[in-house]
């Protein structure tokens, strides 16, 4: 069975940090693109990051830039998400997917994924 598990959410105060992480279990990622989405109460799906193949090539939405950082470690079918200096527009539920490419940059365009976690909640809140 192809699943993507993420963890790593919680409640946090603005300022602090989280690590998310996304793991594959049924398939390697060594061939996907992957990319962090999340969805905040009312609103709609929205790109976060996305990595590469071969993690050369990262991207960033601009809510995020400089604050949140994507890493992948394929020897253990995983990739994570640092977030720093969170802030209460943060919350929402954040999904990993995995899209089948070895394009050598990656987009966030959600439709293009193939797999999807179930999410993870993450809460910044004083």
């Known amino acids: 069975q192809l699943q993507l598990v993420e963890s790593g959410g919680g409640l946090v105060q603005p300022g602090g940090s989280l690590k998310l992480s996304c793991t594959a279990s049924g398939f390697t990622l060594d061939y996907y693109t992957v990319g962090w989405f999340r969805q905040a109460p009312g609103k709609g799906r929205a790109g976060v990051s996305c990595?590469?193949?071969?993690?050369?090539?990262?991207n960033y939405a601009d809510s995020v830039l400089g604050r949140f950082f994507i890493s992948r470690d394929n020897s253990k079918n995983t990739v994570y998400l640092q977030m720093n200096n969170l802030k209460p527009e943060d919350t929402a539920v954040y999904f990993c997917?995995?899209?089948?490419?070895?394009?050598?940059?990656?987009?966030?365009?959600?439709?293009?994924?193939?797999?999807w976690g179930q999410g993870t909640q993450v809460t910044v809140s004083s």
């Open positions: 997917a995995a899209r089948g490419s070895l394009a050598s940059q990656c987009v966030m365009n959600s439709h293009l994924y193939d797999y």
């Open positions: 990595i590469s193949t071969s993690g050369s090539d990262t």
